[in-house]
């Protein structure tokens, strides 16, 4: 008989719990998508290339051009850049406090919806796991209310009802590996900030030192 489980059966006994899963995992396939195609966007520049050309720019003292230069990317580590050469600019500015603010500012951008996927990991199961008991709670009942069925009928009401906790790990699963790679590719982008940060106050220390 178990061959016979229609979807629509499995909706009945899973109850709403099914119905908070599938648009659970909409929302977080949406948030994923979203966020590896921003990854994908601001992770294009190279690391060592970018300094290396930064550096060029303002040992030269075209700090003019090396903002244009920061300002045709949309990576982090531009941000950084562009916040520590204009700082120079300015009187009395503390070029490294500058870089660190605008490398705060950058990470909140880069976390943001990042703990809605970890949520998601964690809370799916449980949905389905409360799914699971009220379809076994309701299969039970339907099997006292018609007051006989055999084994078959409490078998086939239990796997109906596990279907709900399937649900919830297939959403919860992908979304603790999402959660996890976004984490340490914020990691990633945290490292190249801070060594762009200390690559463009060298330079910028070099070049003011050489105006004196």
Do not use: W
Request: glycine share 8%; hydrophobic share 55%.
């Amino acid at each position: 008989m178990l061959n016979t489980l229609s979807f629509a059966d499995i909706l009945r006994h899973g109850g709403f719990a099914f119905y908070l899963l599938i648009i659970v995992s909409i929302f977080s396939a949406a948030i994923i998508l979203f966020k590896l195609g921003e990854f994908f966007m601001k992770s294009h520049l190279n690391r060592h290339k970018f300094t290396q050309k930064i550096t060029v720019l303002i040992q030269q003292g075209r700090l003019n051009d090396a903002v244009a230069y920061c300002n045709r990317s949309i990576s982090p580590m531009a941000a950084v850049a562009k916040a520590g050469i204009i700082a120079s600019t300015i009187r009395d500015a503390n070029i490294a406090d500058s870089m660190d603010r605008e490398i705060m500012i950058e990470t909140v951008r880069l976390e943001k919806f990042i703990t809605i996927i970890g949520t998601i990991g964690s809370i799916a199961v449980y949905i389905g796991l409360l799914g699971t008991v009220i379809g076994i709670i309701r299969a039970f009942s339907d099997i006292a209310a018609a007051g006989s069925g055999g084994l078959s009928v409490v078998i086939r009401g239990v796997a109906e009802a596990l279907a709900a906790t399937a649900a919830g790990l297939s959403v919860s699963i992908p979304a603790v590996i999402a959660y996890n790679f976004f984490v340490k590719t914020i990691d990633k982008f945290a490292v190249n900030m801070e060594y762009c940060a200390s690559a463009v106050e060298n330079a910028l220390s070099s070049l003011m030192e050489n105006r004196r």
